[in-house]
């Protein structure tokens, strides 16, 4: 079977998008395995995480973002601003402002005039006592998917392994994103990310927001917008008084195929990455 395939990304982090409204690619089948197999930067395209656009009752699109891995995510910031300019580049909608279902609930987002799409990211659920995991102190936070952001004063540890430990480790029974934060200015924080499912990653949207939300909480940052950098560039974050965040951040479309391989290789296996077996966010 031939697939037609849309890459973008946010700030480097990368989705294959396929057109599934008529349900012909998950009436055919296993998405899991489909996932697994585009998503392959050996034996794939390459990407973070496989996204299908599909008809929905409750809202204009609805939003189906599976990881790397095979895992389900519930939701992504870089992800749905890809999927709403894409719906849009596609001549799917006339609309610029849109409401998509995911996983989180219906998330509404916005087309900017500068090319920047704006997301309503919701409502955060937070605990403001935070959580202490292999010594370190957590704030958790969640934006439809778990994080577990931490305040550094530097980046000379290998937080890679760390973060790898804390995502699995047993006191997050469905695992979790995990943030590492250096605060440069009330207004301004350096973050790096472990993401459920992928491990290092270039960019994260909901733990952008949970980041901003955790500095407010634990009075390291304002409420007001605040800029997050991120290996793959900056997002804009903000926490209004109504308890919404607000995402906005870039999008690229990198370029547009067909997929010719089916989601098993000729022994009849699904294609592996050789990565964790975990959940993204």
């Not at 403001?128 to 102190?137: K, P």
């Not at 949207?205 to 900056?234: E, S, Y």
Request: glycine share 12%; hydrophobic share 35%; net charge negative.
């Amino acid at each position: 079977m031939k697939y037609t395939f849309t890459k973008m990304h946010g700030l480097g982090n990368s989705f294959i998008l396929m057109d599934d409204r008529d349900d012909r690619i998950s009436g055919r089948l296993k998405i899991s395995d489909l996932a697994v197999a585009v998503c392959s930067r050996e034996f794939g395209i390459g990407a973070d995480g496989l996204i299908l656009i599909r008809e929905s009752s409750t809202a204009d699109f609805q939003m189906v973002i599976v990881n790397e891995d095979g895992s389900t995510a519930e939701m992504c910031g870089n992800g749905i601003r890809c999927f709403a300019r894409f719906v849009v580049e596609e001549g799917l909608t006339d609309k610029t402002g849109l409401s998509i279902e995911t996983g989180a609930g219906i998330i509404g987002t916005e087309l900017l005039d500068d090319g920047l799409v704006r997301v309503d990211m919701g409502e955060p659920v937070h605990d403001r006592t935070g959580i202490t995991v292999r010594s370190r102190r957590f704030t958790t936070v969640s934006m439809g998917n778990p994080h577990a952001v931490a305040f550094v004063e530097d980046y000379d540890f290998d937080w890679r392994a760390e973060g790898s430990a804390v995502e699995t480790d047993e006191v997050f029974p469905d695992k979790t994103n995990v943030e590492y934060v250096k605060v440069i200015g009330p207004a301004e924080a350096d973050m790096k990310v472990w993401e459920r499912g992928c491990g290092e990653t270039m960019a994260c949207g909901t733990g952008a927001c949970a980041v901003a939300v955790a500095g407010a909480i634990d009075g390291k940052l304002d409420r007001v917008p605040v800029t997050i950098h991120l290996p793959g560039g900056d997002l804009l974050i903000h926490w209004n008084e109504d308890n919404r965040v607000m995402m906005t951040g870039p999008v690229v479309r990198v370029c547009d195929g067909t997929f010719f391989r089916s989601a098993r290789t000729e022994k009849g296996r699904p294609i592996r990455t050789g990565r964790r077996q975990s959940r993204k966010g």
